[in-house]
């Protein structure tokens, strides 16, 4: 058995489920697992759990409310902000894991997972910076925000045009004085315009009409309706999640929409399509002259590690039905709209790994592999 330096838990040699990622999805299926009786181990590549979240940009606030925003089995501290920081939720990830004694390895990075030969075929050998585990199943915890996504007419810029992408940004001063693009729909890009706004000449590049959802309906957290109403747990090929889902993101919160009433934020309907010099040329027609970009682009899909014919699409992306792979024993969570309207957010892993892990219980013990 080969032992993380900076944790007790030790990387075994083999186990019924290995889980790969110590995010908020990992943890959650970790959580629901224990409370099978499943026997699994987390392995993450980052030093501590929660160090995802402790990387990303400093003003970065959860758009959904604190009451939204916990795991099953412990709810989130009470705080002065209704919407927690992101600081507060890697430190809650890592109490989270604390409390309920959750097996997380950390600093190791799963290079390839393979079908296990030595095995009944049905296993995974899964080869790592510390080590190999045998394991009956897997499930893959990472999330689909792994790879940046930077449109390829970046590379026409001028290379004295700062780019940076909102996963490398930390705050206003870096990027230069002067005229910023800041390129995407959503949240992310809402509230990093509304930002820059401050200090920068900013201008909004949207592929769509934003959609703003206010943060308050009749003085309560609109979160509270669509809970009421079942619309957060719908499933996700439901009429009303398609509808939302065509509609793209919604952009919780209407600061940014405030600031371009009030002249401060510039706001641009259309797509990159091409980008030379110091000019980004959008798709209308329309010419934006740049001194800086932050690329607010979402990410695509990366799983070069896992390596088992019939996991990814052609693209790379997981084949699965409700987090379900046709790969035996091969498992998916934390993914956009996996089982429902909320998979995407904190407040839906309670469902997504109860479900999840059920299945897996199921299959386990079908095979023979665990107790039921």
């Known amino acids: 058995m080969t032992t993380s330096p900076d944790h007790d838990t030790a990387l075994p040699e083999t186990t019924e489920v290995l889980i790969v990622?110590?995010?908020?999805?990992?943890?959650?299926?970790?959580?629901?697992?224990?409370?099978?009786?499943v026997p699994f181990v987390i392995v993450d590549d980052r030093d501590r759990v929660g160090d995802v979240w402790r990387a990303r940009w400093r003003s970065l606030v959860l758009f959904t409310p604190r009451r939204f925003s916990a795991l099953p089995g412990l709810p989130l501290p009470d705080s002065a902000g209704y919407y927690p920081t992101k600081d507060e939720i890697a430190d809650y990830l890592e109490a989270y894991a604390e409390k309920h004694a959750l097996p997380v390895v950390a600093q190791t990075r799963v290079t390839a997972i393979t079908r296990d030969g030595d095995g009944d075929g049905r296993g995974f050998v899964a080869d790592t910076t510390r080590g190999t585990v045998h394991a009956r199943a897997v499930v893959i915890a990472t999330g689909p925000f792994q790879y940046p996504r930077v449109p390829r007419v970046a590379a026409g810029l001028h290379p004295e045009v700062v780019q940076v992408h909102s996963t490398a940004y930390e705050g206003p001063e870096d990027l230069p004085p002067g005229r910023i693009a800041v390129v995407g729909g959503g949240n992310s890009a809402a509230q990093l315009a509304d930002e820059l706004?401050?200090?920068?000449?900013?201008t909004m590049i949207a592929p769509q009409k934003p959609w703003f959802i206010p943060e308050r309906v009749l003085g309560v957290t609109v979160y509270w309706p669509l809970k009421l109403f079942g619309i957060l747990s719908s499933p996700a090929d439901s009429r009303i999640s398609e509808y939302i889902h065509s509609r793209g993101d919604g952009i919780l919160g209407t600061q940014a929409k405030r600031a371009i009433r009030a002249g401060r934020l510039r706001l641009l309907t259309s797509r990159v399509v091409g980008a030379a010099g110091r000019e980004l040329e959008l798709q209308d027609g329309t010419r934006v002259e740049v001194d800086g970009v932050l690329w607010a682009t979402g990410f695509?899909?990366?799983?070069?590690?896992?390596?088992?014919?019939?996991?990814?699409?052609?693209?790379?992306?997981?084949?699965?039905?409700?987090?379900?792979?046709?790969?035996?024993?091969l498992y998916w969570i934390g993914l956009p709209w996996q089982r429902r309207l909320d998979s995407s957010i904190i407040h839906g892993i309670a469902a997504d790994s109860r479900e999840l892990a059920e299945v897996v219980q199921r299959h386990l013990r079908r095979s023979g592999r665990v107790e039921g």
């Open 21 to 37: 990622g110590g995010g908020q999805s990992g943890l959650g299926m970790g959580y629901r697992l224990r409370e099978a009786g």
């Open 300 to 329: 695509r899909a990366h799983y070069p590690f896992v390596q088992v014919d019939g996991a990814l699409t052609e693209h790379g992306a997981p084949r699965h039905d409700r987090g379900v792979s046709p790969v035996d024993s």
């Open 197 to 202: 706004s401050a200090t920068h000449e900013v």
